[in-house]
């Protein structure tokens, strides 16, 4: 690979991993969240958590969306569950998240994809009617699953372990950065908080090629001025690696 600069703006734990894998691929890394990841810790809201997870053996299914959602819910699951429920079917939403449950002992399947989309239309030969779904996320995810299951006949329930927050960064952040060649971005969310810098502080950045996780999010970033975008079709390090080295020879 090039010697270029990549911007990356996963949250943390991920984007310090990211940056490792694209060092060692002889690119440097620029690590830059554009989300912080916040565990809910309200003793209120802890209990609720608590009491959803020991009734976890109700659901049929249980998703869960990102790989913050599987490594809390591991936590959860490891105070309350000594042994795993028989009976549930535990999905993780892309290669990542399901590779985070499978080493914490949880026997959880993936879809081909990795968008909330390729889920369902995975799970479209399923009978759903009367199935209790639990989705596994961030406090105000989208909700776009939920809706298409419930339209199937689910029962579906959300369990909210962590919030996303805008990090906060000074316009020196920006203007001590190394000159970027290349963005990553892994979320609709990620890609709004970066815009909204971007605009303020680095406008010639949305001529930059960046890339996205998904078709969703790519015409996302169309319609927000980014000139230069494309879609990995994946958040994933390999996805992610694999359309940097097509967009950068």
């Known amino acids: 690979m090039k010697k270029i600069n990549i911007l990356i703006t996963r949250p943390e734990p991920e984007n310090s991993l990211s940056c490792k894998k694209i060092q060692e691929l002889g690119a440097t890394p620029v690590p830059l969240p554009m989300l912080e990841i916040s565990p809910i810790s309200g003793k209120q809201e802890q209990a609720t958590i608590r009491s959803q997870i020991f009734n976890i053996d109700e659901f049929h299914y249980v998703i869960f969306v990102s790989k913050n959602a599987a490594r809390l819910a591991c936590e959860w699951l490891d105070e309350c569950w000594p042994m795993l429920p028989t009976g549930v079917h535990w999905i993780g939403i892309g290669q990542g998240t399901t590779k985070i449950l499978l080493e914490e002992g949880v026997p959880a399947l993936s879809n081909p994809g990795n968008t909330s989309e390729a889920l369902l239309e995975w799970l479209k030969p399923a009978k759903m009617t009367n199935q209790k779904v639990l989705i596994v996320r961030g406090i105000g995810g989208r909700t776009t699953l939920g809706d298409k299951l419930q339209e199937k006949g689910a029962n579906v329930q959300y369990l909210a372990l962590y919030e996303r927050k805008k990090p906060d960064y000074l316009a020196q952040t920006f203007f001590m950065l ?27 950045w949305k001529h930059l090629p960046i890339l996205t996780p998904s078709i969703r999010v790519n015409e996302q970033a169309k319609e927000m001025g980014w000139s230069n975008s494309h879609c990995a079709h994946g958040a994933d390090d390999t996805s992610l690696l694999e359309a940097t080295k097509l967009h950068t020879g």
């Open 178 to 204: 190394p000159d970027i060649d290349l963005i990553w971005v892994t979320s609709g969310e990620s890609l709004e908080n970066l815009s909204e810098y971007v605009s303020r502080y680095q406008s010639d």
